[in-house]
């Protein structure tokens, strides 16, 4: 079939015409795997955050439905980079990662190689691929990643290079497409998509779009068919999932989202990424408070502790505010767990404005913290501020930084010690295979003896020794040895 035939008869609505090209696609691979003696092989590496894994997890369930067996080895029939482009050396690893794809391209005609993702909305990196990596066979951003299957089955016909489909923007949600999960106990959840905050550092909303979000009834709907199929865990999804709501027909805010979910029987843990300080609500730590499936870790990214820097950051929200928050948070809910990101050597920022994250940081005690120097990224509005902040001045301050969290965090992790936890168990301990590994409700690591046949289970573990970061435990059980 021709690729204009295959787009004539393509259904016009969605996801239907998904469905469609997954059909043809099969033809088209069947065909491949009889010429060749053996089934096609497909590699999805992914860079980038928890929404860019679950939108890989997407790509993914689409290529098995098509016939395509997973692999981690890139030398692959196809190759498919989720890129992420929040910092400009995450462009940089990409492109080396493609001189490697190119030789094994080299070696193999019929190898094909995609890239999408955040990297892909820039119009630059487009130019510079068309330029320098004419042997890439797929192009594609965010806003358009539901017409994989469209978009690749064209691929695999096309005999004249490369295809590019960039979308500016959408507020187009496709339900109901194949999807692969990583872990079958746990899985992520998108709520919404794209970001209207702009803070002045990230280049998230000009590659991401706009926030929309998605039907609650539809999220309700997948966790229901996920916990059917042995999910226990869930990770609500979106850039600021604090704002939910944002598109819907009928108000609908992030906590009334949390007390839907609670309400699915079967399923046991809830968890969120990433909320934003200026639109936490009384509501929301209410809800965490009452809700006896949402664990009790908020991840709060502070950015700074600085006023001043935070209002060039555009956080909208000072320190006094935040602090609030934290008290807030800890006076309703005793035992929260508070993770944080924060920039160091932002433009401007002065000694006085570092030791202001510093108190902080002294100030709430987090348990644990994502730490970054801060790096100018072409396109955001922070990569032309003046003021720029010497090196050696912002590695002294990350040094500093770093010592402060790590101290706290380890007297946070300490304090659990001798205590009995309920673990999430994901996987055999790649050390040592007498031990299992799995996730306290605070996102803590805990190591102990068991077997393959526990992993996915919630059980009661003792935590003996503290080692630092991560505990080593042992099953609990109740009543006389």
């Known amino acids: 079939m021709s690729i204009t035939d295959l787009l004539n008869n393509a259904p016009v609505e969605e996801p239907e015409r998904q469905y469609y090209f997954i059909e043809e696609a099969k033809k088209i691979v069947a065909k491949k795997e009889q010429e060749k003696g053996r089934k096609l092989t497909c590699c999805v590496t992914t860079f980038g955050c928890q929404m860019n894994a679950r939108d890989s997890e997407k790509l993914l369930g689409v290529l098995k439905e098509m016939g395509y067996v997973e692999t981690t080895d890139e030398n692959a029939d196809f190759v498919i980079y989720n890129t992420c482009t929040v910092r400009e050396n995450a462009n940089n690893k990409v492109y080396g990662h493609l001189g490697i794809l190119h030789g094994y391209k080299k070696k193999n005609k019929d190898m094909m190689i995609g890239l999408c993702g955040c990297m892909m909305q820039e119009p630059t990196v487009i130019e510079h691929l068309q330029k320098n990596y004419k042997f890439v066979d797929l ?5 358009n990643l539901y017409k994989f299957a469209e978009l690749f089955t064209t691929a695999l016909l096309n005999k004249k290079g490369m295809i590019i489909d960039i979308w500016k923007d959408t507020d187009k949600i496709v339900e109901n497409l194949p999807i692969s999960r990583k872990y079958p106990f746990k899985s992520g959840v998108n709520i919404s ?36 199929d042995g999910v226990v865990e869930i990770m609500l999804l979106g850039q600021n999932v604090n704002s939910y709501g944002v598109g819907l027909e009928e108000k609908v805010t992030f906590a009334d989202l949390l007390r839907m979910v609670n309400d699915i029987d079967g399923l046991e843990r809830i968890r969120f990424m990433t909320p934003h300080p ?15 499936k949402v664990c009790h870790h908020m991840h709060l990214p502070l950015q700074s502790g600085s006023t001043e820097v935070l209002k060039r950051m555009n956080r909208r929200y000072t320190k006094e505010h935040y602090l609030g928050l934290v008290e807030k948070l800890r006076a309703r809910i005793p035992d929260v767990a508070i993770t944080t990101d924060i920039i160091v050597g932002f433009p401007g920022e002065t000694e006085e404005d570092f030791l202001d994250t510093m108190d902080v940081v002294d100030k709430v005690h987090y348990d644990s913290a994502f730490t970054f120097i ?19 001045v912002v590695k002294d301050r990350f040094d500093r930084l770093l010592a402060l969290v790590q101290k706290h965090g ?11 936890q309920k673990v999430l168990v994901e996987e055999i301990n790649e050390q040592d295979n007498t031990l299992v590994s799995g ?15 526990m992993i996915g289970k919630i059980v009661d573990v003792r935590l003996n ?17």
């Open 139 to 143: 192009i594609f951003g965010t806003h």
């Open 410 to 420: 380890h007297e946070k992790v300490k304090a659990l010690e001798g205590t009995v």
């Open 374 to 392: 801060y790096s100018k990224r072409t396109g955001t509005p922070a990569a032309s501020m003046e003021d720029q902040v010497p090196e050696d």
């Open 278 to 292: 200026k639109d936490l609500s009384d509501d929301l730590i209410e809800a965490m408070a009452t809700l006896p």
């Open 439 to 453: 996730k306290l409700a605070n996102n803590v690591t805990v190591h102990f003896p068991g077997d393959k046949s």
């Open 193 to 228: 998509f794209g970001c209207n905050n702009f803070c002045t550092y990230c280049i998230v909303p000009y590659v991401r779009g706009r926030e929309r979000s998605r039907k609650p009834e539809d999220i309700v709907a997948e966790i229901k068919e996920l916990v059917a």
């Open 465 to 481: 020794c503290c080692k630092g970061f991560y505990f080593i435990g042992e099953m609990y059980q109740e009543g006389p040895l």
